[in-house]
């Protein structure tokens, strides 16, 4: 389902997913209201919901349409404005799943390729954790037996192997996530804010910039402590929250017995500019086995190998475990590696987390 008060913004979507073979636009709506009215005789799995539309905007559709139709993925799309950035973000904290930025102009149709490829990747990531839960239940409406679905695993899954803790007692956290991402740090950082006071944490969220500002914020807010974007030069402290800025690599480097921020724009990593990857590596060489790693919910597989480098340097890797994850993807990654702890539902990996953070078992 496509909610846009914009004619052109509707049409140019549709016109993007319908030419792919495995997704189809079911109904597209006007506002909030109409889409209110039509979800629940829709066969929808995802919803591409505006923010600002006239009659019933996007924060107010919302909650409406979670309550009509249950289980049905929200993903928020609004132009790139701080105001709107920060809409979305409290948007995912109402339960809406994902967001993607829209361009500012889509003037005969010239919308930036990036808004394209981020929505559709985006739109499959979301739609294959929710279709395979589909189709262990009841009958697939007609709508649904003509879509395409991904073919069933042709094996069981192998069993995750599972790694021993470090034997040093953590003096950094760093955590990396993407789809879904806010919500899980929200969660995860309000409970485990007690445990923060001894060390810093680190964080690299695939967000564009006007976003990661207002993401630092809303952490500040739920843990109760300093969190701000990182910039070069900037001392890292126990106690304190850094968040990658949208366009960088977060890294780290040593000088004496301090650590500082060091920013880079070079190339995307894993596609993802900024990439959890190029910032776990740098804290191997200042930190080593006294690095804890948590990888939340997010689509691809940012992070795996510098996770393992995290692992086999003698230091902890955790991980958000499927259920409980937006997308399985950058957890699932490090979980089939075989170089985690522990993988775990989400409101777990708190408590875990504590308890290494402390040198206690976990």
Request: proline content about 8%; overall charge neutral; aromatic content about 4%.
């Given at each position: 389902?496509?909610?846009?008060?914009?004619?052109?913004?509707?049409?140019?979507?549709?016109?993007?997913?319908?030419?792919?073979?495995?997704?189809?636009?079911?109904?597209?709506?006007?506002?909030?209201?109409?889409?209110?009215?039509?979800?629940?005789?829709?066969?929808?799995?995802?919803?591409?919901?505006?923010?600002?539309?006239?009659?019933?905007?996007?924060?107010?559709?919302?909650?409406?349409?979670?309550?009509?139709?249950?289980?049905?993925?929200?993903?928020?799309?609004?132009?790139?404005?701080?105001?709107?950035?920060?809409?979305?973000?409290?948007?995912?904290?109402?339960?809406?799943?994902?967001?993607?930025?829209?361009?500012?102009?889509?003037?005969?149709?010239?919308?930036?390729?990036?808004?394209?490829?981020?929505?559709?990747?985006?739109?499959?990531?979301?739609?294959?954790r929710r279709r395979p839960a589909m189709r262990a239940g009841s009958a697939a409406?007609?709508?649904?037996?003509?879509?395409?679905?991904?073919?069933?695993?042709?094996?069981?899954?192998?069993?995750?192997?599972?790694?021993?803790?470090?034997?040093?007692?953590?003096?950094?956290?760093?955590?990396?996530?993407?789809?879904?991402?806010?919500?899980?740090?929200?969660?995860?950082?309000?409970?485990?804010?007690?445990?923060?006071?001894?060390?810093?944490?680190?964080?690299?969220?695939?967000?564009?910039?006007?976003?990661?500002?207002?993401?630092?914020?809303?952490?500040?807010?739920?843990?109760?402590?300093?969190?701000?974007?990182?910039?070069?030069?900037?001392?890292?402290?126990?106690?304190?929250?850094?968040?990658?800025?949208?366009?960088?690599?977060?890294?780290?480097?040593?000088?004496?017995?301090?650590?500082?921020?060091?920013?880079?724009?070079?190339?995307?990593?894993?596609?993802?500019?900024?990439?959890?990857?190029?910032?776990?590596?740098?804290?191997?060489?200042?930190?080593?086995?006294?690095?804890?790693?948590?990888?939340?919910?997010?689509?691809?597989?940012?992070?795996?190998?510098?996770?393992?480098?995290?692992?086999?340097?003698?230091?902890?890797?955790?991980?958000?475990?499927?259920?409980?994850?937006?997308?399985?993807?950058?957890?699932?990654?490090?979980?089939?590696?075989?170089?985690?702890?522990?993988?775990?539902?989400?409101?777990?990996?708190?408590?875990?987390?504590?308890?290494?953070?402390?040198?206690?078992?976990?």
């Open positions: 389902m496509v909610v846009d008060d914009s004619v052109v913004i509707r049409g140019l979507i549709s016109r993007w997913l319908d030419a792919l073979p495995d997704i189809e636009v079911a109904v597209t709506c006007r506002n909030g209201e109409d889409a209110v009215k039509k979800i629940a005789d829709a066969d929808v799995d995802i919803v591409i919901l505006d923010i600002e539309m006239p009659v019933m905007d996007g924060m107010t559709a919302l909650p409406k349409l979670l309550q009509a139709a249950p289980g049905v993925r929200v993903l928020m799309a609004s132009t790139l404005t701080r105001r709107n950035a920060d809409i979305s973000l409290k948007a995912l904290k109402l339960g809406a799943a994902d967001y993607v930025p829209k361009p500012e102009s889509t003037r005969e149709g010239n919308a930036p390729e990036e808004f394209q490829r981020e929505l559709v990747a985006k739109i499959r990531g979301l739609g294959r409406s007609p709508a649904a037996a003509r879509r395409p679905l991904s073919p069933a695993p042709a094996a069981a899954p192998k069993p995750i192997v599972l790694q021993p803790a470090s034997k040093t007692r953590p003096r950094i956290v760093a955590i990396g996530s993407s789809t879904g991402g806010p919500r899980a740090l929200f969660d995860l950082l309000g409970a485990l804010s007690p445990s923060l006071a001894r060390l810093p944490v680190v964080i690299t969220q695939h967000m564009p910039a006007t976003f990661t500002s207002i993401l630092a914020e809303h952490i500040e807010g739920v843990a109760k402590r300093p969190c701000v974007e990182g910039q070069t030069g900037m001392k890292v402290e126990p106690g304190k929250i850094y968040v990658a800025p949208g366009g960088f690599h977060m890294m780290f480097e040593a000088k004496g017995t301090d650590t500082f921020i060091k920013l880079d724009d070079s190339a995307p990593v894993n596609f993802c500019r900024p990439s959890v990857d190029p910032m776990l590596d740098s804290l191997i060489a200042i930190y080593g086995p006294a690095i804890l790693t948590c990888i939340l919910t997010g689509m691809g597989h940012d992070g795996r190998d510098a996770a393992r480098r995290v692992q086999q340097g003698g230091g902890t890797v955790l991980a958000q475990d499927e259920e409980t994850s937006v997308v399985w993807g950058m957890p699932g990654a490090v979980a089939q590696a075989g170089i985690c702890h522990k993988v775990l539902p989400l409101g777990q990996l708190a408590e875990t987390m504590a308890r290494l953070i402390v040198g206690g078992v976990s």
